[in-house]
């Protein structure tokens, strides 16, 4: 593997930042200079919220050459948000006070398991058998699928209720494929960090990926319909609001073709084509921000996935206490024991420092929704 040095890393012809070199992780920064020296790389874009990962840093999109990379997916395939404008107000909802909040929050816990060891029992008709063939892997897969099934998982997974100036309320759920996917990521990662694309392994880690985003999809679209569902919206039809015409979906852990032989990889990164809507989320305190891709072809059409951390979970938990949690998520209804401090709002960078690295270069920001509402396994 090639050496760079620091001068060498920051005019890569191969490499676009879209933030100092400096202000980058020791983590993130090894994992680039890794990538860079991959011989099927053909660019690599790195996003205002990128924090050291596995193998690709998250905030990393990589274009390869006839090759994709399972480690540089990530071992939650299709993780991502979906969100949805009700377009009813708060006094619409009957949620203009703490306490009917704080009601609706208990209804919403009750209808989206979420949290470590929290599951479902939901058969969705959903089956899968692997492109590998292996026999283990679907063992191991269909048994947990009605269990995985509308769960919202742990981490920072969210199920977020918001407001914009105009004062609509929005849903926002960000969560991905469940264990189904982390078992897929986990059994091609064992056998390799990169296949070609025309190999059986590569065509089938292709194929489960592509399950896996699918059913992310249909994850978030079920929890989707619970909440709306939940809220009574009065002349507004829940599968409607649902539908690919009006729901925003976008997942920020994927591979995707780009032609000619070339694969782009997203890990913890938004697709921001043009016109393509996208929701960048801050932390559980300050919101989530709507955005309109701009294309940007020299940093692949991509933008961040939300403000990104700037502190590890242990970190996060040593650096403030249940009085500092409490004081900081004032006026919002959520959790704000210790078994959350890790996802407090500071351990994330700010989000308007992320947000305008990218302002008018990568998107256009469009739309916000203030939290009053969080739930968090």
């Given amino acids: ?136 892997l679907n063992r191991k897969i269909k048994p947990i699928l009605h269990t995985q099934y509308g769960t919202l998982g742990s981490g920072n997974h969210f199920l977020e209720i918001g407001v914009n100036p105009a004062g609509n309320v929005g849903v926002t759920i960000h969560s991905g494929s469940r264990r189904a996917g982390y078992d897929i990521a986990s059994w091609y990662m064992k056998r390799g960090r990169t296949f070609t694309l025309d190999s059986d392994l590569g065509r089938a880690f292709v194929a489960d990926m592509n399950w896996a985003l699918e059913f992310a999809l249909a994850n978030r679209r079920e929890m989707m319909t619970r909440v709306l569902k939940a809220m ?44 393509q809507y996208g929701i960048i989320p801050a932390n559980q305190r300050d919101g989530v921000w709507i955005t309109l891709g701009l294309g940007n072809e020299e940093f692949l059409s991509s933008a961040s996935h939300g403000a990104g951390r700037k502190m590890s979970r242990s970190e996060a938990n040593e650096a403030g206490t249940v009085p500092e949690m409490e004081n900081a998520m004032k006026g919002i209804v959520c959790r704000t024991d210790k078994g959350v401090l890790d996802e407090a709002p500071w351990a994330y960078k700010n989000i308007k420092d992320v947000l305008k690295a990218q302002d008018g270069i990568l998107v256009d920001v469009i739309d916000d929704f203030k939290t009053v509402i969080v739930l968090k396994g």
């Fill in 1 to 136: 593997m090639e050496e760079l040095n620091l001068n060498e890393v920051t005019i890569h012809p191969k490499l676009k930042l879209t933030l100092p070199w400096e202000s980058i992780d020791l983590g993130a920064q090894q994992q680039i200079i890794n990538v860079l020296a991959m011989p099927e790389l053909e660019c690599l874009a790195i996003m205002p919220d990128v924090h050291a990962g596995y193998d690709l840093c998250i905030g990393g999109v990589a274009l390869l050459r006839g090759a994709v990379s399972p480690s540089f997916v990530g071992f939650d395939i299709g993780c991502g948000m979906c969100h949805v404008n009700t377009g009813a107000s708060l006094d619409d909802l009957g949620m203009t006070g703490m306490n009917s909040r704080e009601k609706f929050f208990k209804k919403i816990a009750e209808i989206v398991p979420a949290g470590k060891g929290k599951t479902a029992n939901i058969d969705a008709g959903i089956t899968f058998s692997s492109a590998s063939g292996d026999v283990n």
């Fill in 232 to 275: 009574k919206l009065r002349g507004r039809s829940v599968d409607q609001l649902t539908s690919p015409e009006t729901m925003i979906n976008e997942n920020h852990n994927h591979a995707v073709p780009f032609g000619d032989g070339l694969m782009l990889h997203r890990k913890g990164a938004t697709p921001a084509e043009k016109g």
